[in-house]
Structures are given as C-alpha cells and as structure tokens.
C-alpha cells in the first residue's frame, strides 16, 4: 500500500468510528424519548378521561373518587379505562398491554399480552370489532360478537 491509501484507509477507519458512537448515541436517545412518549400518552389519557364527560358546568373536570385500590392495579380496569378514553378506535393487544402496564397494571405469565387476552374474552365488556387482534368495548359496538363465545357444534347423532 502507498501512502495514499494508509491515509484514506485511517480516514475511513476514524469516520466509521465516529458514525457508530454517533449511531449508538442516537439509538439511545430513541429508547429514552420512546419511554418519555410512552408516560406524556398515559397522561395524556388521564386528562382525558377527566375531560370526558365528566366536567362540571363552568369546565372543571372532576375525579370519580369511587375508583377503589384493588380496581387501580386490576388489568381488566385499566385495559376498560383505556379502551374507554380510545372511544371507538380499537386497539391492539399488545399495545393495549404495554399501556396496561405503563398504568400499573400487573400481567403475569411468559407472555403479558397473552395473558390479557385470556382475560378479555372471559369479560362481556370486551369485544373484538372487526380484525383479529383488535379490541374495543361493546358500548361502542354494540352488535359485535363476544370474543370468548365459541360456536357450539351440533352433536348428530
């Protein structure tokens, strides 16, 4: 190798250096603002909630105080609480999960969103609306089959 090429290798060498601290730098701070984004959408949920329906005349919202310890950190009443603040936009299971716990909420099991799963199809309050995966609350739509009701096959004998 001439002298040129020992130079332009060493330049690339420190550029690729540089670009991959660079590239983990950047990485970093997409985990950081995903989390951060992940708390600023739970809140936001919250005052949205309290907006919803429940303000006073002059616009104060109010707090439902009845809400009680154990419902607080059961999964079924958050995943109700935020499908509830979603109105008619369905959500999916993981998502739902993820949002279950950002609350939380406690799902046990190898798979938490799973496990969620397992119990909405056992609640009549949870529908799935339309695609697989995919919930929402049967307030909003009303003619949507349960989820955890099975056909039952006729037995002919």
Same mark, same amino acid.
């Given at each position: 190798?001439?002298?040129?090429?020992?130079?332009?290798?060493?330049? !690339?060498?420190?550029?690729?250096?540089? !670009?991959?601290?660079?590239?983990?730098?950047?990485?970093?701070?997409?985990?950081?603002?995903?989390?951060?984004?992940?708390? @600023?959408? @739970? *809140?936001?949920?919250?005052?949205?909630?309290?907006?919803?329906?429940?303000?006073?005349?002059?616009?104060?919202?109010?707090?439902?105080?009845?809400?009680?310890?154990?419902?607080?950190?059961? #999964?079924?009443?958050?995943?109700? *609480?935020?499908?509830?603040?979603?109105?008619?936009?369905?959500?999916?299971?993981?998502?739902?999960?993820?949002? @279950?716990?950002?609350?939380?909420?406690?799902?046990?099991?190898?798979? #938490?969103?799973?496990?969620?799963?397992?119990?909405?199809?056992?609640?009549d309050r949870f529908?799935?609306?339309?695609?697989?995966?995919?919930?929402?609350?049967?307030?909003?739509? #009303?003619?949507?089959?349960? @989820?955890?009701?099975?056909?039952?096959?006729?037995? *002919?004998?």
């Amino acid at each position: 190798m001439n002298h040129m090429d020992i130079a332009l290798r060493t330049a !690339l060498e420190n550029e690729k250096k540089t !670009l991959e601290a660079e590239y983990e730098n950047l990485e970093t701070q997409i985990t950081a603002l995903r989390a951060e984004s992940e708390m @600023v959408s @739970v *809140r936001l949920g919250h005052i949205v909630a309290l907006l919803k329906g429940q303000g006073t005349e002059d616009g104060e919202a109010q707090v439902d105080s009845t809400i009680t310890a154990q419902e607080e950190s059961d #999964p079924l009443e958050i995943a109700y *609480r935020i499908l509830d603040e979603k109105g008619q936009d369905p959500v999916h299971y993981k998502e739902l999960a993820d949002l @279950v716990k950002g609350r939380g909420g406690t799902l046990e099991g190898s798979d #938490p969103a799973l496990t969620l799963v397992s119990r909405l199809v056992t609640d009549d309050r949870f529908v799935r609306p339309f695609r697989r995966g995919y919930y929402a609350l049967r307030k909003y739509y #009303p003619k949507s089959k349960n @989820v955890g009701r099975r056909r039952r096959r006729s037995h *002919r004998r």
